[in-house]
């Protein structure tokens, strides 16, 4: 790289990474804020707050590099214009198509960032924060189950237990379920174990009866039950769920075969097109810096500033976007469509390449001008 090519890459990381630092900020305070009432709402501590912000914060930066990468490349652009550097570097023989290369080596640079978060950050953070909320909601399930107190975990669910041994077991238990309409189901039993299951924690009754009450036949059914299992996980936390393929590593998806997908509950569309995006959306940053610089060759002598020229520019981004969303939908219908997530790569480059041949074409005089 020359100079002029070393000069425009440091403005635009300089740029691109104070609207990085600025964008995550106020992206990650809304998201913090919302997790705050909630951790806190259920009496988990401070720290246990920080521990999941932190596990967002991968998904908060893939959302906010392109962006970031888009607006830096814009306010570049219109910074040389503004101060006829972009001037100086036409007359000395730069053409339209090369100043785009420190551009280019800028947008692959956080193509570079965006494949290390796609590929290993966001899969494992994905992971760990599925875990940690489990267990969040196993533990709160646990300390909702407060002897001698009345409790009402969920709508139309009341628990109460006189007594919890050392031993973890639970003495007299009471349990009413009114939550089907026209139903009400009423659990009492002499003894009771919480115990880890498959779907979260289970509550396993001992020795008890439980009252069926049918609103329709006013009638009342009674069945004596020696242990009875009763699903306790998900009254207030999140229930059993199959493997999640954005938690995934890429190596894992990329060596399960069919058999390994079934068990998983994963289609091999789903597998494929996962894969197929973790390379992809990098790329799509290099097209969006691309896209924003571009832009501003459409009209940098206009005394109206590019505010128009940076609107053509959101507007092709957003249909960009909305071209891969559709293409995504089939291709996460047929695995053979798997390519189907360069669509907007594509696209994009076609816009650049529209935009180029748009700003190169010799501007005619306006009719009435001094000659």
Do not use: C, K
Request: glycine share 8%; hydrophobic share 55%; aromatic share 8%.
């Amino acid at each position: 790289m020359n100079r002029i090519d070393r000069y425009l890459l440091v403005q635009l990381l300089s740029v691109f990474a104070f609207f990085t630092l600025v964008l995550v900020s106020v992206y990650w305070v809304n998201r913090a804020a919302r997790l705050f009432d909630a951790l806190i709402g259920d009496g988990q501590s401070f720290w246990v707050f920080i521990e999941l912000s932190v596990l967002t914060l991968p998904n908060v930066i893939r959302v906010v590099l392109p962006l970031s990468a888009f607006a830096a490349a814009v306010y570049v652009a219109i910074r040389l214009t503004r101060d006829n550097e972009m001037v100086v570097l036409q007359g000395m023989g730069l053409s339209y198509l090369r100043m785009l290369r420190p551009v280019a080596v800028f947008g692959m640079i956080v193509a570079v960032m965006l494949g290390v978060l796609m590929h290993v950050l966001m899969p494992l953070s994905r992971a760990q924060l599925a875990d940690r909320q489990v267990q969040i909601a196993e533990n709160i399930t646990a300390r909702l189950l407060r002897a001698g107190e009345f409790l009402d975990p969920a709508d139309g669910i009341v628990v109460f237990l006189r007594e919890v041994t050392p031993e973890g077991r639970l003495l007299d238990v009471f349990l009413s379920d009114s939550r089907s309409p026209g139903r009400r189901v009423e659990y009492s039993a002499s003894s009771a174990l919480l115990v880890p299951g498959p779907h979260g924690p289970v509550l396993v009754m001992l020795d008890g009866v439980a009252l069926i009450h049918s609103a329709a036949t006013n009638r009342l059914t009674t069945i004596a039950f020696d242990d009875l299992s009763y699903d306790v996980g998900s009254l207030i936390g999140p229930a059993g769920r199959g493997a999640d393929v954005r938690e995934l590593p890429t190596a894992v998806l990329r060596a399960a075969d069919p058999d390994t997908l079934a068990e998983m509950g994963l289609t091999l569309a789903e597998v494929r097109f996962e894969v197929m995006s973790r390379s992809a959306q990098p790329m799509l940053a290099v097209v969006t810096a691309l896209i924003g610089f571009a832009a501003v060759f459409l009209g940098q002598f206009s005394r109206l500033g590019a505010w128009r020229q940076v609107l053509v520019a959101i507007v092709a981004l957003a249909l960009i976007q909305l071209v891969g969303n559709a293409a995504s939908g089939f291709a996460l219908r047929d695995a053979d469509r798997a390519g189907l997530a360069f669509v907007p790569v594509g696209l994009g480059s076609l816009v650049v390449l529209g935009m180029l041949l748009t700003a190169s074409r010799p501007r005619r005089p306006r009719e009435g001008g001094v000659a």
